[in-house]
C-alpha cells in the first residue's frame, strides 16, 4: 500500500514536471503506416501514438523528419528528446539510448516487382539488394548476405524507402528488405510484392536520451494508460 502511494507520489511530480513541456520528436517519415507525409501533414500510427501519449501525460510534441540513420545522433547530440519511426529495439542501440518497453512487433521481408518470377532465391547470388541506411533489413543483409558473400551482386543503401522503392521499380534493383508491415503498405500503392518473410521478431520502441530518465518515465506511463484504456487498439484498427 505504501509503496503504491509512493509510485503515485512519483507520477504526480513526474506529470507536474512535464506539465506543458514541449518536446521536439524526430521521425523518418518515409515509413507508412507509422509514419509519412500527407499533404504536408506527419501522418501514421507513430505519429498518433507520441501524440495520444503527450496529451494523456500533460506535454506538447513538434515533430521534425530526418533521415532514420541520423535520428540516434540527433538524440545523444541533444536536437531531438524523442525519436518514434518505427525503431526496433536493438543492443547496440541500446547502448547509446533508451527505449521505452515495446509497442510493436515485427518481422523483415523481401520484396520484388509485381511482374518479377523471382522468389526467395532474389537474396542469392548475382541479384542487386536495396536497402534504407542503418536499419535493421541494412545489418541483415550485411550479416547474412553479404558477408558470407551468399549475395555477389550490388548491396545499395537508400537514404529513404521511397528512393529505394523507386529504384526497384525502374529496375535498378532486383529486391529490397525491410520491416514486413511497412512492405504491405508499399505493395498497396506500388507495383511490387512480398515474396518472402524474414522472422526477426523485432520489437519497435519509443527512443530518448540516455540522460533523459523522466521523459522516459513518462512514455512508458503513457503507454501502459493507452493500452489500459483501449486508445493503443483504437489507434492499431484504425492505421492496420
Ligand atoms: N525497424 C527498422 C529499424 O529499426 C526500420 C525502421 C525504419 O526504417 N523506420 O531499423
Known amino acids: 500500500m505504501k509503496k503504491t502511494l509512493l509510485v503515485m507520489l512519483a507520477l504526480v511530480i513526474l506529470v507536474g514536471f512535464a506539465f506543458g513541456a514541449k518536446y521536439v520528436v524526430g521521425t523518418s517519415a518515409d515509413f507508412p503506416p507509422f509514419e509519412s507525409v500527407e499533404n504536408?501533414?506527419?501522418?501514421?500510427?507513430?505519429?498518433?501514438?507520441?501524440?495520444?501519449?503527450?496529451?494523456?501525460?500533460?506535454?506538447?510534441?513538434?515533430?521534425?523528419?530526418?533521415?532514420?540513420?541520423?535520428?540516434?545522433?540527433?538524440?545523444?547530440?541533444?536536437?531531438?528528446?524523442?525519436?518514434?519511426?518505427?525503431?526496433?529495439?536493438?543492443?547496440?542501440?541500446?547502448?547509446?539510448v533508451s527505449f521505452s518497453k515495446p509497442y510493436w512487433t515485427a518481422d523483415q521481408s523481401v520484396v520484388?516487382?509485381?511482374?518479377?518470377?523471382?522468389s526467395v532465391t532474389v537474396l542469392f547470388g548475382k541479384?542487386?539488394?536495396?536497402?534504407?541506411?542503418?536499419?535493421?533489413?541494412?545489418?541483415?543483409?550485411?550479416?547474412?548476405?553479404?558477408?558470407?558473400?551468399?549475395?555477389t551482386g550490388d548491396f545499395k543503401r537508400y537514404d529513404t524507402y521511397v528512393l529505394a522503392m523507386t529504384d526497384l521499380v525502374n529496375r535498378n534493383v532486383d529486391a529490397i528488405v525491410l520491416d514486413a508491415p511497412v512492405a504491405e503498405s508499399f505493395a498497396e500503392v506500388r507495383p511490387v510484392k512480398i515474396v518472402a518473410i524474414i522472422k526477426t521478431y523485432e520489437d519497435?520502441?519509443?527512443?530518448?536520451?540516455?540522460?533523459?530518465?523522466?521523459?522516459?518515465?513518462?512514455?512508458?506511463?503513457?503507454?501502459?494508460?493507452?493500452?489500459?484504456?483501449?486508445?493503443?487498439?483504437?489507434?492499431n484498427l484504425k492505421h492496420f
Open 204 to 235: 519497435y520502441g519509443i527512443a530518448v536520451n540516455k540522460a533523459n530518465k523522466e521523459l522516459l518515465e513518462l512514455i512508458n506511463e503513457g503507454i501502459s494508460r493507452l493500452e489500459e484504456s483501449g486508445k493503443l487498439n483504437e489507434l
Open 112 to 118: 520484388v516487382r509485381e511482374d518479377s518470377e523471382m
Open 40 to 96: 504536408g501533414v506527419f501522418v501514421g500510427f507513430d505519429i498518433d501514438l507520441i501524440k495520444a501519449i503527450a496529451e494523456e501525460m500533460g506535454f506538447e510534441v513538434e515533430i521534425r523528419d530526418m533521415s532514420f540513420d541520423s535520428l540516434i545522433a540527433a538524440l545523444v547530440s541533444g536536437n531531438l528528446d524523442i525519436v518514434i519511426s518505427g525503431m526496433t529495439i536493438t543492443d547496440e542501440r541500446e547502448e547509446v
Open 127 to 151: 541479384h542487386n539488394i536495396g536497402v534504407q541506411t542503418g536499419t535493421t533489413g541494412d545489418i541483415w543483409v550485411e550479416e547474412n548476405l553479404v558477408e558470407t558473400k551468399i549475395l
